[in-house]
């Protein structure tokens, strides 16, 4: 086990860092620990805490701006923003245990990315501090860059293999006054009074892919209409759309009722919700992909592409679930079954999408099932330049050594 340390401050980091620099040492950073299994674990002589960095340094509410130390957790940070009535208006699961720092080095996000997008598109500062120990930071109100890099979307996605963040810079924006959910109901029997959803995805492919198609044409019209939804996740048990909008009372209500007309226009069943069952509605969502087991898979493809994804993985015979992002086309794959099972949908998974049309990344899943396929799958034509940032920030591989994108 090795050794963890846990600084408090900027020049403490920068103080182990150079020490494990200059003595050869291999150095693991953690967080909040929710995204411990996303990848392989890094062969570490020493371990690096950023969480007694958890402060936020400066909260501009007039510029709609706050710097946050990487230590703090989303929703401690939101919670003070709020006094403001501002946000970072991210939601990855598990907020009450997710620190800044891993959310920015993983650039996770969740359901309201369709709106708002993910930490790249919200981060305008980074401060970090690299392996030989040397403070850098960029963007914010330090306009230029260090040494020609745009240092905050380069540390998003690195997942702490180039250097460690000690704070970032978002902007904000207003909290909602109001939210409303439609769930769009797509199944096949979705208008027949007193019918029951679909309990079973494999269920769907009994009447040939119509529920599917019915899905793409939902999704489609909403995206081609003049509404603003801050979510368009999907849900497969059952086959179903939430579609959130936030905004004051009278917008989100009536951009609900136009989503309902939308809907109902192509054939599948409508109910609006709001206040407690709606916040109870997303919680569960949240919930969907990781309360059990199985394999999570990161899908990354076209929105065109997910209806005939959805139409394959309902003709393989095993056993799944999927939530996500619908309108941009980021979801979370459970598959069940044994190690080899989920090697083979995932092998075949990547197998359907041809290069810059989608991806499929591995986030959870067994010893013997990583034993059977690469985490990251095909690294496509960006690898050389990858490895030349890595060898810019870190010659030695000694920061999260493995742990970043395709190995590095």
Request: proline content about 6%; glycine content about 10%; overall charge neutral.
């Given at each position: 086990?090795?050794?963890?340390?846990?600084?408090?401050s900027?020049?403490?980091?920068?103080?182990?860092?150079?020490?494990?620099?200059r003595?050869?040492?291999?150095?693991?950073?953690?967080?909040?620990?929710?995204?411990v299994?996303?990848?392989p674990?890094?062969?570490?002589?020493?371990?690096?805490?950023?969480r007694?960095?958890?402060a936020?340094?400066?909260?501009?509410?007039?510029?709609?701006?706050?710097?946050?130390?990487?230590?703090?957790?989303?929703?401690?940070?939101?919670?003070?923003?709020?006094?403001?009535?501002?946000?970072?208006?991210?939601?990855?699961?598990?907020?009450?245990?997710?620190?800044?720092?891993?959310?920015?080095?993983?650039n996770?996000?969740?359901?309201?990315?369709?709106?708002?997008?993910?930490?790249?598109?919200?981060?305008?500062?980074?401060?970090?501090?690299?392996?030989?120990?040397?403070?850098?930071?960029?963007?914010?109100?330090?306009?230029?860059?260090?040494?020609g890099?745009?240092?905050?979307?380069?540390?998003?996605?690195?997942?702490?293999?180039?250097?460690?963040?000690?704070?970032?810079?978002?902007?904000?924006?207003?909290?909602?006054?109001?939210?409303?959910?439609?769930?769009?109901?797509?199944?096949?029997?979705?208008?027949?009074?007193g019918?029951?959803?679909?309990?079973?995805?494999?269920?769907?492919?009994?009447?040939?892919?119509?529920?599917?198609?019915?899905?793409?044409?939902?999704?489609?019209?909403l995206?081609?209409?003049?509404?603003?939804?801050?979510?368009?996740?999907?849900?497969?048990?059952?086959?179903?759309?939430?579609?959130?909008?936030?905004s004051?009372?009278a917008?989100?209500?009536?951009?609900?009722?136009?989503?309902?007309?939308?809907a109902?226009?192509?054939?599948?069943?409508?109910?609006?919700?709001?206040?407690?069952?709606?916040?109870?509605?997303?919680?569960?969502?949240?919930?969907?992909?990781?309360?059990d087991?199985?394999?999570?898979?990161?899908?990354?493809?076209?929105?065109?592409?997910?209806?005939?994804?959805?139409?394959?993985?309902?003709?393989?015979?095993?056993?799944?679930?999927?939530?996500?992002r619908?309108?941009?086309?980021?979801?979370l794959?459970?598959?069940?079954?044994?190690a080899?099972?989920?090697?083979?949908?995932?092998?075949?998974?990547?197998?359907?999408?041809?290069?810059?049309?989608?991806?499929?990344?591995?986030?959870?899943?067994?010893?013997?099932?990583?034993?059977?396929?690469?985490?990251?799958?095909?690294?496509?034509?960006?690898?050389?330049?990858?490895?030349?940032?890595?060898?810019?920030?870190?010659?030695?591989?000694?920061?999260?050594?493995?742990?970043?994108?395709?190995?590095?």
């Amino acid at each position: 086990m090795a050794d963890l340390l846990q600084p408090a401050s900027v020049d403490e980091v920068a103080h182990a860092l150079a020490h494990a620099s200059r003595a050869k040492l291999r150095v693991a950073v953690h967080g909040g620990g929710t995204k411990v299994g996303w990848g392989p674990p890094p062969p570490a002589d020493v371990g690096i805490s950023t969480r007694r960095l958890d402060a936020v340094v400066a909260h501009r509410y007039g510029d709609l701006t706050a710097t946050v130390q990487a230590g703090a957790t989303l929703a401690a940070v939101n919670r003070e923003l709020a006094r403001h009535g501002q946000w970072i208006p991210l939601d990855p699961p598990s907020a009450d245990r997710a620190t800044i720092g891993g959310i920015v080095a993983t650039n996770d996000a969740g359901p309201r990315r369709h709106r708002y997008g993910t930490p790249r598109d919200l981060i305008i500062g980074i401060d970090i501090v690299r392996i030989d120990g040397t403070a850098a930071k960029s963007g914010g109100i330090v306009v230029k860059n260090v040494a020609g890099y745009d240092l905050g979307r380069l540390m998003t996605g690195s997942f702490g293999s180039l250097a460690v963040i000690t704070s970032a810079t978002f902007k904000l924006y207003p909290i909602p006054a109001a939210s409303r959910t439609v769930v769009i109901d797509v199944s096949e029997d979705a208008r027949l009074k007193g019918s029951r959803h679909l309990t079973d995805t494999r269920s769907a492919s009994l009447s040939g892919e119509r529920p599917f198609d019915r899905l793409d044409a939902v999704v489609s019209s909403l995206l081609a209409s003049q509404l603003t939804p801050t979510a368009i996740e999907l849900e497969t048990k059952p086959l179903r759309l939430l579609v959130r909008f936030e905004s004051i009372e009278a917008a989100a209500t009536e951009q609900a009722r136009q989503a309902t007309r939308i809907a109902e226009s192509n054939g599948a069943g409508t109910t609006i919700v709001a206040g407690a069952d709606e916040t109870a509605l997303w919680e569960a969502h949240e919930r969907r992909a990781w309360e059990d087991d199985g394999a999570v898979i990161k899908l990354t493809l076209l929105p065109k592409d997910l209806s005939a994804t959805l139409a394959w993985l309902a003709s393989t015979g095993e056993a799944w679930e999927m939530i996500g992002r619908a309108g941009v086309g980021a979801l979370l794959l459970r598959v069940d079954g044994d190690a080899a099972a989920q090697a083979r949908v995932l092998k075949d998974l990547r197998a359907r999408f041809a290069p810059g049309r989608g991806s499929a990344v591995l986030v959870r899943g067994s010893e013997a099932l990583k034993a059977l396929v690469d985490v990251w799958g095909p690294p496509g034509d960006s690898l050389p330049l990858m490895r030349a940032v890595k060898q810019q920030f870190d010659p030695e591989g000694l920061l999260n050594p493995g742990r970043g994108p395709f190995g590095l």
